[in-house]
């Protein structure tokens, strides 16, 4: 059994990954649940509006720099740490440098930017966490490109955990003394949460890293170079060359992601709404059903990261069966989780939105967007392929086209259908992405694709799973009486033990 795991590193380390995720989303929806009831759904909606911000940040000094790493270390094991320093150099310098622009401008940037004053006492809070978020990153990229997930799984828990903490204390403290809580106390915990993220990233890779096996250099011009700058000349220009292409990529898509979340309470006040209510209504979408639909992306999320680096790998190797047969299981358990999850976000989506927040429009946002499942988590896992492969021009490309047509909906139907417009855009855009990319992988690599298998099969067993779980609790539900939330979570989970053990049942069936 330890040598299996050994040897699927991709399997063992998304199952990591996957685990620490869904610890953290589950400790974000208690978090979230709190912030709801007390900065209330137009805080949430100002809160989002911020993020923005650190978005486009993080995309220029930490994001990129963090995939270069990791696709960089898997091509490159013997210079892992050289290429770590590099990275980390360059990606702080400029988290610094942004963290000082924003602290300057935040007046500014939230007037004519965000359009929205009440966002500039809590600019500065997250420019403070933009240089943490480097570092993690930058330790995070070296421990995907060697492929030990371990310290940032650990990580994850950490942020979150030391996040909801501080909330928790200053909220306390707040209340004991008879003041109000206003939406600072969200961005001081995410600050915290990068801080804690930070210092425990780099306190394992300062005890815990070994030490490059490259052989030293041979003699030449650069020896006279101090080893530090030497090592920062040979590996700065390789690595990036490698994240400029993607830091330009995601500075457009962050873009047009803040443009999206700016203007979606603009057009929501031309369709008629004020601003309370345009705010209200993108905290309850934005704050309470997307991170619904967004949970089971735990796993697709935790694949993406490793799958990056093990195609790079394979790619490395010409060992093109190895990237077939990683596409081909991608696809497939993408798929299978998706359509159980529109069946779990359709049927229970009220009870959840209700339940939980205390929101049946929250409810109604999920039952909506489960359709947008299966979509997100393909566009997911094969959009970190492809940037594998080193098709990160074809990527940028084709989710800029996503985007754009998302932005379609905003500007030209909110005004006219209200928030249902924008839905309809995400799932519209989503769809289109998803066939992109599949459509562009199988131009490159040649992997076996049955959709009877891979979309009739788990629908069929969806559907008797849900005529199974109708027929048990038509005749008896004794989780009535544990309250909502707890017996929809028990309903829900019955549901995935159903559908989860037919799968395993007709897949045991074909192996033999």
Avoid at 26 to 43: D, H, Q
Avoid at 235 to 254: D, E, F, I, Q
Wanted: net charge positive; aromatic share 10%.
């Amino acid at each position: 059994m330890t040598d299996f795991f050994k040897k699927h590193t991709l399997i063992t380390g998304t199952l990591l990954l996957t685990a620490t995720g869904f610890a953290t989303r589950v400790l974000g929806f208690f978090y979230r649940i709190f912030l709801s009831r007390t900065i209330g759904a137009e805080g949430l909606g100002i809160y989002n509006m911020v993020h923005p911000v650190y978005g486009i940040c993080f995309a220029l000094c930490a994001g990129s720099i963090q995939t270069a790493i990791s696709r960089f270390v898997a091509a490159n094991t013997q210079r892992s740490k050289e290429i770590f320093r590099t990275g980390l150099v360059i990606s702080l310098s400029l988290g610094l440098g942004l963290a000082a622009l924003i602290i300057r401008f935040s007046a500014p940037l939230s007037h004519y930017i965000l359009m929205e004053d009440r966002c500039a006492p809590l600019l500065p809070f997250m420019a403070v966490s933009v240089p943490f978020s480097a570092i993690h990153a930058c330790v995070n990229g070296y421990y995907y490109g060697v492929k030990r997930t371990k310290v940032p799984a650990v990580s994850q828990i950490a942020e979150q955990t030391v996040r909801m903490a501080a909330v928790f204390l200053i909220a306390d403290i707040l209340t004991e003394g008879g003041r109000s809580i206003t939406v600072e106390l969200a961005v001081i915990g995410h600050l915290m949460g990068e801080l804690a993220a930070c210092l425990f990233s780099v306190f394992c890779f300062c005890l815990f890293t070994p030490k490059d096996s490259r052989k030293p250099s041979s003699p030449g011009k650069e020896k006279s170079l101090p080893p530090l700058l030497s090592s920062f000349r040979q590996t700065a220009v390789p690595l990036m060359a490698l994240a400029l292409p993607l830091m330009g990529n995601r500075l457009v898509l962050n873009v047009l992601s803040s443009a999206e979340a700016i203007w979606i309470p603009s057009r929501l006040s031309s369709y008629g709404l004020s601003s309370a209510e345009a705010l209200s209504i993108y905290g309850v979408l934005t704050g309470m059903a997307m991170p619904f639909i967004m949970f089971p992306s735990a796993i697709t999320n935790s694949m993406a990261v490793l799958l990056l680096p093990t195609v790079a790998e394979a790619q490395a190797d010409g060992n093109e069966a190895r990237i077939a047969r990683t596409i081909s299981m991608s696809l497939r358990y993408s798929l299978y989780m998706g359509i159980l999850c529109i069946g779990v976000f359709t049927l229970f989506g009220a009870e959840l939105g209700v339940g939980v927040f205390q929101n049946p429009t929250a409810g109604i946002f999920m039952q909506i967007l489960a359709w947008l499942c299966p979509f997100l988590y393909l566009a997911t896992t094969m959009g970190s392929i492809l940037n594998g492969l080193g098709k990160t021009t074809t990527t940028f490309l084709q989710n800029t086209a996503a985007l754009v047509l998302r932005l379609a909906f905003v500007l030209a139907g909110i005004p006219r259908l209200g928030i249902m417009a924008y839905l309809w855009g995400i799932l519209t855009s989503e769809v289109v992405l998803a066939i992109l990319h599949l459509i562009s992988l199988k131009k490159l690599v040649v992997f076996s694709w049955n959709a009877a298998e891979m979309i009739l099969k788990p629908a069929l067993l969806l559907i008797i799973s849900v005529g199974i779980y109708y027929a048990v609790f038509s005749f008896w539900d004794g989780f009535d009486r544990l309250g909502l939330f707890a017996s929809t979570a028990l309903h829900i989970g019955v549901l995935c033990l159903c559908y989860g053990g037919l799968l395993t049942v007709f897949h045991l069936a074909k192996r033999k």
